[in-house]
């Protein structure tokens, strides 16, 4: 079964800090991971995903196969961080399939 | 392009009532999901369609919720003799060949 665990359902930190907001995974394939945010009042969409290497608006993850890890990561946090992060999963090179979520984690950057 | 449109925006309904959300896909989208996303808590899957194949109602947490898929497009998730505790947002998503899923805004749904 697929299963993604965000650990902490809340994480605050300044300005300026660094973020790392947790996710683990089981899967018995090969999975494809991403990072969904939410922001106030807007709608919940993709903001990377594992396969494109990317840094979206500072942040990176890298998968972690070893550990089942795929934690997001920013060196100095905004205010504009601020938003609900839920982590996801599907399995990978299958197209178009159900993806399962964490439970999310609110994130709040104090000025 | 038009993305995923819920409606409607805000529902509130009495204890007791049916309900019916609608969900329209962007074009060409042959997964559909449906999340719910209660105060302070996650998401939590309800339902899932992939093309013409059987739908996963794995996540639907009683009789009383139902969906449906009408020609592989518009979505209706109907919940029968609502109670309190289905007050929450609905979200509705789909995707395509690719796996980034687009979600719509949301329907909230408050039971009184």
């Known amino acids: 079964a697929q299963r993604v665990t965000q650990p902490e359902k809340l994480l605050s930190v300044f300005k300026g800090a660094p973020v790392e907001l947790k996710c683990n995974y089981s899967?018995?394939?090969?999975?494809?991971l991403f990072w969904y945010v939410q922001y106030s009042r807007q709608r919940l969409q993709l903001l990377l995903r594992?396969?494109?290497?990317?840094s979206i608006k500072g942040f990176t993850a890298d998968l972690n196969k070893g550990e089942t890890s795929f934690h997001l990561k920013k060196p100095f946090a905004q205010e504009e961080d601020s938003a609900m992060y839920y982590c996801?999963?599907?399995?990978w090179g299958q197209g178009a399939q159900k993806l399962v979520f964490g439970q999310g984690t609110r994130l709040t950057i104090n000025p | 392009g038009a993305g995923v449109s819920q409606s409607p925006s805000n529902k509130v309904t009495e204890k007791g009532k049916d309900v019916e959300l609608r969900c329209d896909p962007i074009?060409?989208?042959?997964?559909l999901y449906w999340y719910r996303q209660s105060l302070g808590q996650g998401l939590e899957f309800l339902i899932y369609?992939?093309?013409?194949?059987?739908?996963?109602k794995s996540g639907l947490p009683s009789d009383r919720f139902s969906a449906e898929r009408t020609g592989g497009s518009v979505s209706t998730l109907t919940i029968q003799r609502t109670q309190q505790e289905d007050s929450a947002v609905y979200l509705c998503?789909?995707?395509?060949?690719?796996?980034?899923?687009?979600f719509g805004q949301g329907t909230r749904l408050t039971v009184v």
């Open positions: 594992h396969i494109s290497r990317e």
């Open positions: 998503a789909s995707s395509a060949r690719t796996t980034e899923a687009f």
């Open positions: 074009s060409g989208h042959t997964a």
């Open positions: 899967y018995s394939g090969s999975p494809e």
């Open positions: 369609f992939q093309g013409n194949s059987a739908p996963d």
């Open positions: 996801a999963l599907t399995p």
